[in-house]
């Protein structure tokens, strides 16, 4: 994350994004609500380092990605993006392999569920990294908005491969094409938004929702996220095969012994992730 000078101590205000751990749950928050949590460099890779983080982090078991203020993340921060072209800097074009593609990488297939709690507006690439998580809980007063072409450049953060998935190829099109921003009711109507609760309630209802997920079998739930990806690409015979591989896997896992003792016993299982 992002530090302030060294004779300066840092503190969680400071930080561009915050990571907070609680019983096996980390929440990744973009923390640039001045700028409406836009991206600009320092965030990027203070971002793709927490996410680096928590995906290593045996005791994290369910990861949540949040934002400060009124806004989840309205994507790349423009300000930084026009002193870059207007420098005609290169680095500016290395951002998406080097920032957003790792970004987007680690949100869609790290092995513990991901929750993006969508607190406000999640435009361009903030819109793309809540479409890579697995669920995205929506509070009632946000939106989406694919803004892309808005300021002449093509969609990026895996859009073109997530956006298509969650509101099928017409209807993708049509909002990459055409931005404007989704309501929260809409987006769940048409698949984008998992559920949309009241704003006030959006932090309590993740909550519950994370600690649900982080007491489940973790392995699992990597195991199902890495057979949706491979099979949202895949004939069918490679898709069975790889199946059948992490069902192997996971059928090996304490997790699994400890669910089939319960069942016998008639008794609720208790996971540790293994």
Known sequence: MTQPPADQPASPEQHTVVVERAAGVATVRFNRPEA????????????????????????????????????FCVGQDLKEHIKLLQAEDQSLWRTVPEHYNPIVTLLATMDKPVIAAVNGVAAGAGAAFAMAADLRIVADTAGFNLAFVGIALSCDSGSSWSLPRLVGTA????????PRTVPADEAAAIGLATEVVPADQLADHVAALAARLAAGPTRAYGAVRRAVEVSAGAPLEQALEH??????????????????????????????GE
């Open 36 to 71: 409406m949590n836009s991206l600009d460099t320092p965030t990027k890779v203070a971002l793709l380092e927490a996410l680096q983080d928590v995906a290593a982090d045996p005791g994290v078991r369910c990861v949540v990605l949040t934002g400060s203020g009124r806004a």
């Open 171 to 178: 209807k993708a099109k049509e909002l990459l094409l055409l």
């Open 243 to 272: 199946e059948a591989g992490l069902m192997a896997e996971t059928g090996a896992s304490a997790d699994h012994r400890a669910a089939v003792a319960a069942f016998l016993a008639k008794e609720t299982p208790v996971f540790t």
